[in-house]
Antibody
Framework: QVQLQESGPGLVKPSHTLSLTCTVSGDSVSSDSYFWNWIRQPAGKGLQWIGR???????NYNPSLESRVSISLDTSKNQFSLRLKSVTAADTATYFC???????????????WGQGTLVTVSS | QPVLTQPRSSSASPGETARLTCTLPGDFSVGASNIYWYQQKAGGPPRFLLY?????????ASGVPSRFSASRDVSANAGILVISDLQSDDEADYYC????????FGGGTTLTVL
């Protein structure tokens, strides 16, 4: 059974870079069947998709974050990572990683998700 | 990025049926969109429940009870999550999502089981 686990600093200073890693177990980030996503959720608010990376290394980002975000893949460690630069208090949120997949049975979906990690932007 | 509109809250009693709506913006037709539904319990991650395109094109995720289903209201341009025989364990936030090119979520509805 595939599991995802986020890790990284829980506190980041304003204007600095947020860096998180998602470790995948029970599946391979190199599998052509999946793509790998980051999503965030400010406290008490809704979900915002940040971006995704394919096994080929190709990426797509939310246009509202595209100028500040990058997602990378480390196949040797079966991980993928998020970097968000020039952060402000508005970037304070719980950050989730999730597997993306598409099939005829259930369409396009994000499943499963990691437990999430809270990142606070504060000096 | 389209904005999907969901009521902030809804409530119903155990055993009743809850219907949670998700209204699509005008440039997206519910008749031409897959609508995905996620459940998020307090302190946990979202969980994929099901998708709905039409009565003949829909799917329920593995392990999700058949009490969960979906439909649509074409006149309102809205997708509807239907939870029958409500149980206390169904109390959660529910998010709809569409995927035109990238995932876009609604603001979520908090369902309270009284």
């Amino acid at each position: 059974q595939v599991q995802l686990q986020e890790s990284g600093p829980g506190l980041v200073k304003p204007s600095h870079t947020l860096s998180l890693t998602c470790t995948v177990s029970g599946d391979s980030v190199s599998s052509d069947s999946y793509f790998w996503n980051w999503i965030r959720q400010p406290a008490g608010k809704g979900l915002q998709w940040i971006g995704r990376i394919y096994p080929s290394g190709g990426t797509n980002y939310n246009p509202s974050l595209e100028s500040r975000v990058s997602i990378s893949l480390d196949t040797s460690k079966n991980q993928f990572s998020l970097r968000l630069k020039s952060v402000t208090a508005a970037d304070t949120a719980t950050y989730f990683c999730a597997r993306g997949l598409v099939d005829s049975a259930l369409g396009e979906r994000l499943d499963p998700w990691g437990q999430g990690t809270l990142v606070t932007v504060s000096s | 990025q389209p904005v999907l509109t969901q009521p902030r809250s809804s409530s119903a009693s155990p055993g009743e049926t809850a219907r949670l709506t998700c209204t699509l913006p005008g440039d997206f037709s519910v008749g031409a969109s897959n609508i995905y539904w996620y459940q998020q319990k307090a302190g946990g991650p979202p969980r994929f429940l099901l998708y709905y395109y039409s009565d003949s094109d829909k799917g329920l995720a593995s392990g999700v009870p058949s009490r969960f289903s979906a439909s649509r209201d074409v006149s309102a341009n809205a997708g509807i999550l239907v939870i029958s025989d409500l149980q206390s364990d169904d109390e959660a936030d529910y998010y709809c999502m569409i995927w035109p090119t990238d995932p876009v979520f609604g603001g979520g509805t908090t369902l309270t089981v009284l």
